[in-house]
């Protein structure tokens, strides 16, 4: 029989890249697939857990027994996820959200004009610190996407950003990472590690999803 440790909690997943407009026609984006985060969502799903998946633009099927909320912006995830973060036990940032959006957005097409042309960019808010410093918080993983020291960025991020656990990928190599079936991950949390050797995506999640769950379960007994 399948093991559901994870009935009756509500687990949350961010997914794919986020697209920030230019002009009516263009965008700033990134090669996430989404593949990732929705194989958290179907290992969440058969763990037991009521699953959330905030989408960014991806051409991927909902996971079965899954609720979907797409989501086009950082901005627009960031608002969502604080919503759905406050009914849920567990979240998990797997989007590759862009840090940076366009300043001011163009009403009509730009039109092509000198040698060069500048866009001020400006900072997003930063989802997962957001959700991770609510009052009532759920248990927070985030995910870090690194080229070069991967465990010490990763390291980093989960201080900074106050997480539970952290999910690190070495995003340079070109057979895992961004947009490929496979990928492996150092995972982190306070007082232990382990590392999730290369594998289908759908393999490490599953293998994530039980560690996140008995870290969960260590917190909260
Ligand atoms: O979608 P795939 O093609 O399957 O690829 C999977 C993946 C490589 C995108 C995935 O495994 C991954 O690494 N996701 C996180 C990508 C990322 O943006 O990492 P980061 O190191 O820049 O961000 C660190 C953490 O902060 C992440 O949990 C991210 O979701 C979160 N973040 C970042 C910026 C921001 N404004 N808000 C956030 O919540």
């Known amino acids: 029989p399948q093991s559901t ?13 986020t697209q920030e407009a230019i ?18 969502a179907r ?23 899954c609720q979907r909320i797409d989501v086009k912006s950082a901005r627009q995830m960031h608002q969502t996820a604080l919503e ?17 959006r366009v300043g001011d957005i163009a009403e009509q ?16 808010p930063d989802i997962v610190a957001a959700v991770a410093s609510l009052a009532q918080r759920p248990f927070v993983v985030g995910f870090a996407a690194e080229t ?10 989960m201080q900074r950003k106050h997480l539970d656990m952290i999910a690190a990928n070495n ?3 070109p057979d895992s990472g961004f ?27 599953d293998q994530l999803i039980k560690l996140i769950t008995t870290q969960y379960q260590h917190e909260t007994n």
């Open 148 to 157: 070069q020291d991967v465990a010490r960025y990763a390291k980093d991020k």
């Open 23 to 40: 002009d009516p026609v263009r965008y700033i984006s990134n090669y996430s697939s989404g593949k990732m985060g929705y194989a958290l």
């Open 43 to 65: 290992a969440a799903r058969n763990a037991g857990a009521d699953v959330t998946l905030i989408s960014g633009p991806v051409s991927l099927a909902t996971p079965q027994g």
């Open 5 to 17: 440790p994870l009935t009756g909690k509500r687990v949350t997943i961010t997914a794919g890249p």
């Open 179 to 205: 947009n490929v079936d496979e990928n492996a991950l150092q995972v982190f949390w306070a007082d232990g590690e382990k590392t999730l050797p290369r594998a289908s995506k759908q393999q490490l999640a």
């Open 109 to 124: 097409k730009i039109k092509k004009s000198n040698e060069q042309m500048q866009l001020t960019l400006v900072r997003n």
């Open 84 to 100: 759905v973060a406050t009914r849920s036990d567990i979240f998990i940032a797997c989007a590759a959200v862009a840090d940076y």
């Open 171 to 173: 995003v340079a190599s």
